[in-house]
């Protein structure tokens, strides 16, 4: 399987019909919105976690087969409290779309409750934000082959910028759980100013992976 932009790749993992683009389109309209922040867009390697923490063995991801999952598209506020009463239904056109890369639907209820306060949007806004963000970023072949793949965060950070060519070097982070044979690959952070465009990491998202990786499998 070759690169491919997020949210299409973690479609055609599923087998979802080419029918549903569609959807994408009806619902990704560019979000309008001054925000005083920067953003954290967490992309999180699914059978990783559904191998590495039993807690994740149930959850719809796991189960259906993903491959890649957004867990959120996090704020960068020195705000002490973002909790949010403001609902987070969406309408049954933008779940169906969003359940494409974010699958569990109290997970997502719960997501927008505890970031929804320091957001200048509304639920709706700001996950057709993370629809469209998605949908923008190319991601190397290698996160969604289905055997087991060890590379230097080097060559797939090199492979990322190849086919963002926006997208500078510092805007990527790599997360990794160290088991007893390797360093498994659980999670890529990419950061965005208020505008949508990529940008530098602030010093406080960090890189916790050694030299060399192990991304694991579809399963």
């Known amino acids: 399987m070759g690169d491919g932009n997020l949210f299409m790749k973690i479609m055609k993992d599923r087998r979802v019909w080419a029918g549903s683009v569609a959807l994408v389109v009806l619902t990704s309209s560019q979000a309008a919105f001054a925000a005083p922040t920067d953003y954290v867009m967490d992309v999180q390697m699914v059978p990783a976690l559904c191998s590495l923490y039993q807690e994740y063995a149930k959850k719809r991801k796991c189960l259906e087969g993903y491959s ?16 949010t009463n403001s609902s987070a239904k ?36 700001y996950f057709r934000t993370i629809i469209n963000y998605a949908d ?13 793949i060890t590379i ?58 050694p030299k060399t990786v192990t991304i694991k499998g579809t399963y």
């Open 68 to 83: 890649l999952n957004i867990s959120g598209l996090y704020p960068q506020t020195t705000s002490q409290n973002c909790t």
């Open 90 to 125: 969406l309408s049954p056109l933008q779940s169906k779309v969003v359940a494409r890369i974010m699958p569990d639907d109290n997970t997502r209820t719960i997501l927008w409750r505890n970031i929804g306060g320091c957001v200048p949007m509304n639920a709706s806004q």
């Open 136 to 148: 923008r970023l190319k991601v190397p072949a290698e996160l969604t082959e289905q055997e087991n």
């Open 152 to 209: 230097s965060v080097d060559t797939l950070r090199a492979k990322f910028l190849k086919i963002n060519p926006q997208l500078p070097g510092n805007a990527l982070r790599f997360n990794c759980q160290q088991t007893q044979s390797a360093s498994v690959l659980t999670s890529i952070k990419v950061c965005y100013r208020p505008n949508g465009n990529y940008k530098s990491c602030p010093a406080n998202i960090i890189n916790t992976c």
